[in-house]
């Protein structure tokens, strides 16, 4: 008698019987397996992804080293010619700002956190930051380090915008004939109003006004005009 009741309350405490478990339980089921594919799927397109982000970085590390290695013995070339002496160095830095050899590899630095700082001496000073330099100087430095670009990874195409603004005679001749080389192998659109780059130019436009107020442009091609 006393394990009957037992039963009768173990089967009172279990209320009322669900006729659709079992297909609920079939549907949760295939709900779970269809997740768990797809959790795995993710887990291994997450695994390939890394190991290509990986090997992406790698080559990028591997290319800026290179790249910044040839930049970098460009610029002190093209900054002692555009300058008849002095020196001038392109240093890796930090986020920090600390600065660092620039024989560190990037792959020990990260390239994410690096930059990259000139420092330059003209002919009688002393090393110091490109910031301190004067304008004229800053511009022919700046000059500089884009002639190595050139010179490293040639452009088809390049814009200069009153790069020799500021600078003096003697150092436009330095720039024209260091532009005249790279012509070769890039075409450059000059916007000047220095006599001196101008002379060098295979065509110039020129932009006046008529008695009518309106913009002009005129064009010459100076071998039509040696012709």
Aim: hydrophobic share 40%.
């Amino acid at each position: 008698h006393e394990r009957i009741l037992e039963l009768r309350q173990r089967n009172a405490r279990l209320g009322a019987i669900n006729p659709q478990a079992l297909e609920e339980y079939d549907e949760a089921a295939n709900r779970y397996d269809f997740l768990s594919g797809q959790m795995t799927d993710l887990r291994e397109a997450s695994t390939t992804l890394n190991a290509l982000i990986g090997e992406l970085d790698g080559a990028i590390r591997t290319r800026f080293e290179a790249t910044f290695r040839a930049v970098a013995a460009e610029f002190e070339r093209s900054f002692v010619r555009l300058f008849d002496g002095g020196e001038a160095r392109l240093i890796l830095t930090s986020d920090t700002g600390d600065d660092s050899d620039e024989d560190e590899t990037a792959e020990a630095r990260g390239i994410a956190a690096l930059g990259v700082d000139i420092v330059a001496r003209p002919p009688g000073k002393r090393m110091q930051n490109l910031s301190l330099l004067s304008g004229g100087e800053r511009a022919l430095t700046a000059a500089a380090l884009l002639f190595a670009i050139l010179k490293v990874n040639p452009s088809p195409f390049c814009v200069l915008d009153e790069v020799d603004a500021a600078l003096d005679e003697t150092n436009v001749a330095r720039f024209r004939e260091a532009l005249a080389d790279l012509t070769a192998r890039t075409q450059f659109v000059v916007v000047t109003h220095n006599r001196g780059t101008i002379e060098i130019a295979d065509t110039i436009y020129g932009v006046t006004m008529g008695d009518d107020g309106a913009s002009r442009v005129l064009s010459l091609r100076l071998e039509e005009v040696e012709r």
